[in-house]
């Protein structure tokens, strides 16, 4: 799924948890992050409003409504509302856009405030953005190219989607899930996430891969040490993580510490200890959104 495609979803009607709130909420917050509300930093926002692609389907009026949301809550906040944007924008996809959105407002009057910089730090942070994507979309937003870099991270999103297939295709094989019903709920799942965008012949085409007869007798903890490799940083580890998340809850699996396989990916992917519990809270987030969707 598209943004496109997730704007026409969304059309004109605001719903509890839109996540155009969080989008404007994310510009909001960089605005006031160094307490001084400058007329280029607002001409960024109304840019965004008027022809970014989310926000194609909001009227002039419900785009105030969630601006005097956004204000609301950020003036009863202490955080920048940097938690509550995560939760509100599960899906990796969105946390950039509102990260680029972000860096956009804080270059707009020319200088990154000190106090703007920590509000970068915390988004960066808080929405699992990655250290190097968030310096990048940062250094393309001070050469007034942030759509440029956004596009550049989303493009890469893309490239990965196989080996994030590949995981969740070990997890089925490893757990003897290679059923047709099983095939079909893993190519639903995937096709609902919307940081995938695969055609549904390359989605296919991508499972039968990852689930073919000869994985079935390979080496698990080659095959996951291998996908470590080439998924070097960590920022994309944990949102392999995550993805997996979803495809245990999906499975009704809940319990993840008696799920051997998981084992086998935290220490391959060299993830903090913490990292597997918050992947299973993130993706119950992710669910419910694509299903929402």
């Known amino acids: 799924m598209t943004s496109s495609e997730l704007s026409r979803k969304l059309g004109g009607a605001l719903r509890p948890g839109d996540l155009r709130?969080?989008?404007?909420?994310?510009m909001l917050g960089a605005m006031s992050a160094d307490g001084v509300i400058d007329r280029r930093e607002i001409a960024v926002l109304e840019r965004h409003l008027a022809e970014h692609e989310l926000f194609a389907e909001l009227s002039p009026a419900q785009a105030r409504v969630l601006i005097d949301l956004g204000r609301d809550a950020l003036a009863l906040a202490d955080d920048g509302r940097v938690n509550a944007i995560a939760r509100g924008?599960?899906?990796?996809?969105h946390r950039l856009a509102a990260f680029a959105m972000a860096c956009e407002v804080c270059v707009a009057d020319g200088h990154v405030h000190n106090r703007e910089l920590d509000y970068l730090r915390a988004m960066d942070s808080g929405l699992c953005i990655g250290g190097r994507d968030?310096?990048?979309i940062l250094v393309g937003a001070r050469l007034g190219q942030a759509g440029r870099a956004l596009e550049f991270k989303v493009a890469r999103l893309r490239q990965i989607a196989p080996l994030v297939?590949?995981?969740l295709g070990l997890h089925h094989v490893m757990?003897?899930?290679l059923s047709d019903r099983h095939r079909q709920g893993l190519f639903s799942l995937i096709d609902s996430l919307i940081d995938f965008d695969l055609d549904d012949e390359d989605l296919s085409n991508e499972i039968a891969r990852a689930v073919a007869p000869a994985r079935r007798e390979g080496n698990y903890v080659d095959d996951i040490r291998h996908i470590a490799d080439l998924l070097s940083d960590p920022s994309d580890r944990y949102w392999c993580a995550v993805y997996?998340?979803?495809s245990y809850l999906n499975c009704r699996v809940t319990d993840?510490?008696?799920v051997p396989f998981l084992g086998l990916v935290e220490r391959a992917f060299a993830l903090p200890s913490d990292s597997i519990e918050r992947a299973f809270e993130h993706a119950s987030r992710l669910l419910q959104s694509s299903r929402r969707a």
Do not use: C, K, Q
């Not at 709130?21 to 994310?26: F, G």
């Not at 924008?89 to 996809?93: D, N, V």
């Open 89 to 93: 924008l599960p899906a990796r996809i």
């Open 256 to 258: 993840w510490e008696l």
């Open 21 to 26: 709130r969080y989008l404007i909420e994310a």
């Open 165 to 167: 297939i590949d995981v």
């Open 134 to 136: 968030a310096h990048e």
């Open 175 to 177: 757990e003897d899930r």
């Open 244 to 246: 997996l998340a979803t």
